[in-house]
């Protein structure tokens, strides 16, 4: 099982990559936007009027690369005043109540998800702004993230379960 996580690991890494890649090319598209609006270098090119939609798409794009990363390290919003307030083993409870309400939702979120994604597919959804899309295209990472931040819960479990008997210690905390 041991193996099994590091090898989850160094996928959710690799998408973490990926997802720095896209920042990166991102970043590139805004420069070359703002530097063809103030600069004539392009005869009759004011920026790139794609830009704006492909940023949007980049964002989203970006935040379900690097999700499951971030839930895996432990680098998402977490409150835990209440954890920390209460016996410790009332918050190892708390934290196997909050895994399983996570580990629902995620699921949820994959299956309509996927839903979503075939109805679009077969109805031939197309998102028409400066780019013409297929819906679906866009919709697609959303169930896959979701199935993967599932997984990770799952893993997030056995490590709570192997634990010391109390609150989660591998995230990020502000105590």
């Known amino acids: 099982m041991q193996r099994l996580a590091e090898l989850y690991g160094r996928l959710l890494a690799g998408l973490a990559l990926a997802g720095c890649a896209v920042l990166l090319l991102m970043m590139l598209v805004i420069c070359a936007d703002v530097l063809l609006r103030n600069v004539r270098i392009v005869p009759g090119m004011r920026g790139v009027p794609w830009a704006n939609e492909v940023t949007e798409y980049a964002l989203y794009f970006i935040t379900m690369l690097t999700a499951p990363w971030l839930l895996r390290k432990g680098m998402h919003i977490r409150i835990d005043v209440l954890l920390r307030a209460i016996p410790r083993w009332m918050a190892w409870y708390c934290e196997w109540a909050v895994d399983l309400i996570a580990l629902m939702c995620c699921a949820l979120i994959a299956y309509y998800g996927v839903m979503a994604v075939l109805s679009s597919h077969a109805i031939g959804g197309m998102v028409v702004k400066v780019l013409s899309v297929p819906e679906w295209w866009l919709l697609a990472p959303l169930p896959a993230t979701f ?8 893993f997030r479990m056995l490590r709570l ?13 502000a105590a």
């Open 161 to 173: 379960y192997a634990a010391e008997r109390g609150p989660r210690t591998d995230a990020v905390s």
């Open 147 to 154: 199935a993967l931040l599932a997984i990770e819960v799952l």
